[in-house]
């Protein structure tokens, strides 16, 4: 686990909580090894000023509460999308449709954001709350309406060959 703050600007106002981190790390890790049948690992975590999703389909849900407001973002290539959400479907990659995959991704989002917000909430005795999750498909596609000035880490996760990032914004109040 990380126990320091992540800091992507080099400002000491403009940082992720350390505690949502690894929190959002745990329950990826969580979600995919127990609904996905898929041990992953987190290969690296990377502080950036701006976002820019990074593969074949994305989901994203906002989550905020009485501290701040941030996004959190899962964006697979194709193989890993299918590898995942075959095995959280119990089919073959090659039977997943448009639609499944489109599902799968939105599920998965929902189940880690879900015990994150549990584990935030329970921790800080804050209410956090949480958007549907929106699907996004397409090569290169884009993400508007993210918190202006946060910081985004980029959680690399990799799985039987295959890597699909985590990014998280959060922006304190």
Not at 6 to 19: E, F, L, Y
Not at 43 to 66: A, M, R
Not at 160 to 165: K, V
């Given at each position: 686990?990380?126990?320091?703050m ?14 949502l ?11 995919c090894?127990t ?7 987190l ?24 501290q ?38 939105g ?30 498909k397409g ?10 000035n ?24």
């Open positions: 686990m990380m126990m320091m992540m800091n992507a600007t080099g400002q000491g106002t403009n940082m992720i909580d350390a505690k981190v690894n929190t959002v790390m745990q329950a990826v890790m969580e979600v090894g609904m996905a049948g898929t041990q992953v690992t290969k690296e975590v990377i502080p950036t000023l701006d976002y820019k999703p990074i593969g074949d389909i994305s989901s994203v849900i906002g989550i905020s509460g009485e701040g407001e941030g996004m959190l973002t899962l964006s697979f290539t194709e193989p890993m999308a299918g590898l995942l959400v075959g095995r959280l479907l119990g089919m073959a990659p090659e039977e997943i449709t448009s639609e499944d995959m489109c599902d799968g991704i599920e998965l989002v929902n189940m880690v954001s879900g015990r994150a917000k549990t584990s935030l909430s329970e921790d800080s005795g804050s209410l956090y709350r949480l958007s549907l999750p929106s699907i996004i090569p290169g596609h884009e993400i508007g309406g993210r918190p202006k946060c910081p985004f880490l980029f959680l690399v996760f990799e799985a039987e060959g295959h890597s699909f990032i985590l990014q998280v914004t959060f922006r304190h109040f």
